[in-house]
């Protein structure tokens, strides 16, 4: 069993950045593809971004390639998102979780096993 411990959250203006850490206990991470997730107020979960265990794959939604960055240590057994140039619309609850199959979509949250708990990201205008 995996626990996961999501920090950096927290309010920021537009234009402004932020890096969450995604820290890991229990055990490893290095052999799973650990996805980030997002859940705006009234909306469902959706995908953010993921990456494999080497970082050889990386996947995000339209709407933040290019401002966010997804990264891994796999020593540290820590997976990273950075983001830059938020907007409003990124105010949600961040999550990170690992995928529990190599099969399917990386952006199918039942695909997904261990989850944190999330931290809140503002973004105000």
């Known amino acids: 069993q995996v626990r996961l411990v999501e920090s950096g959250g927290g309010s920021v203006q537009s234009g402004g950045s932020l890096n969450l850490s995604c820290a890991a206990s229990?055990?490893?991470?290095?052999?799973?593809?650990v996805g980030w997730f997002r859940r705006a107020p009234g909306q469902q979960r959706e995908f953010v971004a993921s990456?494999?265990?080497?970082?050889?794959?990386?996947n995000y939604q339209d709407s933040v390639k290019g401002r966010f960055a997804v990264s891994r240590d796999n020593a540290k057994n820590t997976v990273y998102l950075r983001m830059n140039h938020l907007k409003p619309e990124d105010t949600a609850v961040y999550h990170c979780?690992?995928?529990?199959?190599?099969?399917?979509?990386?952006?199918?949250?039942?695909?997904?096993?261990?989850w944190g708990q999330g931290t809140q990201v503002t973004v105000y205008s």
């Open positions: 229990g055990r490893r991470l290095s052999g799973d593809t």
């Open positions: 990456i494999n265990w080497s970082g050889s794959s990386i």
């Open positions: 979780a690992t995928r529990r199959t190599t099969l399917g979509t990386v952006v199918d949250e039942f695909d997904y096993g261990y």
